[in-house]
């Protein structure tokens, strides 16, 4: 019988408080307020980024980058870094040429709150600004592995990532995707960045082959998982509870897993991944039960 | 009495020229045509990049780095990039929602050739594309340098470059800015990245402190003076020259340097600027002759 969903255990939870208050702090030191003329765009950067995300990609660069001892207060810079990233992604795709969202996590999406013109440059803007956070020396000391985050990172936001995935969505609008189509679409809007985070952590602490491929098929199989999820909470979920307008990539004509599958195969399939995510952990005898409970978290999650 | 407008000379003609067609060859090879699903994407990014665009930047990246030596192939990856990056952000100024222009380059702009969708992702994956491209060690074999250019242009790209730029250009439709908040938006606008361009040739040549300073300086000057001349032209050009709507500034409402300064004054500003751009470069005795008739040519335009 599948699991209901419910809230994450009590240490779980401490957890992903204690990685939101600390990536939220260094956001907020990295977007300082701005009395420029300019401050508009310091204000939908912040709006855009301090917005009570659960911060599941600085979650697992934290408990990555931890599994090989990395200074918190270091890793958190590429923590926050992959959140810009998510964050510019989620501003750029609410846009009326896009999703045309009115709603991200219960408030107005920032172009809304803003204007269009503004929401379009802070997206840009934290996009660049994130590259920025990577190559300085305070992130590693080595500039090998700055170079490498830079590389992944612009590699999972590009036209191969996020900027790919996003225009398979919106050609899919109008087009029928076959599985492999929406699987290879979630992989380059979702799954690559997941992706990063989970390998960033072995890249800042100079992991061995073995850990970091252990890392990047956890984050696979955990990417394509949480879209699967997604897609049952779009169908499934109150705007309430997930924040968005609910039905919204079912009225849109988009191809979903859950409007090509069924929703019960889709729920068994994100069930076999977030098993498969765990098993991936082995290797860590015991050391990643946190990214486990994370998976498992994803796969119960209420939004 | 001013020069009157003319052509580049046969000399710096030919060096544009190879430069135009070196750089193009790059930026086709790193933007390769698509036969996958998501291939407007592609297309909107070479159509963004291809365009008969005259490669100031990648001319300044070729130039000075020529001054130290550096490898013309390798010169021609930093100097695509820089081109990304300034490719991406005119195809966001012409949206809708920013000065919402149809022609670029003589040609529809990229929202108008595509849509608005594609044409805001395709800015997207080239400011990614631009960032990757850099950390690649066919770029430059020290990562230090990979890092230091990444860093650069990213500063340039982001709030206190081209984006805050930006929101300056467009809060400025709406205000009237005074001539110092006029020449701190065209420095973010435009002069950072022209500042990119040349500094970047110093930095993949690893060249000392004074030369560096001296491409600095240089920039800065040239970028002023190429930013009160697009001004003027602005006034004074027709489409058919420029290739964009001329007279769009003033109608706009926008603060230019000619609406603060008049026309006369601007053009003196504008000279005074590129002899003290050409003074800089004194230190390469008489090895950057082909910068200082760059900077000749910037205020002798017609287009």
Do not use: W
Not at 29 to 51: C, F, H, K, Q, V
Not at 83 to 110: N, W
Not at 294 to 303: C, E, F, I, K, T
């Amino acid at each position: 019988m599948a699991p209901s969903p419910r809230d994450a255990s009590p240490a779980l939870q401490d957890r992903m408080n204690d990685v939101v208050e600390g990536v939220n702090k260094t956001i907020a030191r990295l977007l300082p307020e701005s009395d420029l003329a300019e401050a508009p765009l310091y204000e939908a950067m912040r709006y855009g980024t301090l917005n009570g995300g659960k911060r599941l990609r600085p979650f697992l660069v934290m408990e990555s980058a931890a599994l090989f001892g990395v200074d918190a207060m270091r890793a958190r810079r590429t923590a926050a870094a992959v959140e810009f990233v998510h964050c510019y992604s989620l501003i750029h795709d609410d846009l009326p040429a896009m999703d045309d969202a009115q709603l991200r996590r219960g408030k107005p999406a920032t172009h809304v709150a803003f204007d269009q013109a503004t929401a379009i440059l802070a997206g840009d803007a934290l996009l660049a600004l994130a590259f920025e956070v990577l190559t300085d020396s305070d992130t590693h000391e080595d500039p090998r592995v700055r170079c490498e985050l830079v590389t992944m990172l612009a590699h999972a936001a590009g036209p191969q990532g996020l900027c790919g995935g996003q225009m398979l969505d919106i050609i899919g609008e109008k087009a029928d995707f076959d599985l492999g189509t929406i699987s290879r679409m979630q992989r380059m809007k979702t799954g690559k960045l997941i992706s990063f985070a989970c390998e960033a952590g072995a890249v800042l602490g100079k992991a061995g082959d073995p850990q970091r491929r252990a890392l990047v098929n956890y984050a696979n199989d955990l990417g394509l998982a949480f879209q699967v999820t997604d897609d049952i909470l779009d169908v499934e979920g109150s705007a309430a509870e997930t924040g968005k307008d609910s039905g919204k990539d079912g009225k849109a004509g988009k191809s979903t897993f859950v409007s090509t599958m069924g929703k019960d195969p889709a729920r068994a399939r994100a069930e076999m991944l977030v098993a498969q995510a765990k098993a991936h952990l082995n290797i860590f005898q015991g050391r990643a039960d946190t990214l486990k409970e994370m998976a498992d978290y994803v796969l119960q999650r209420r939004a």
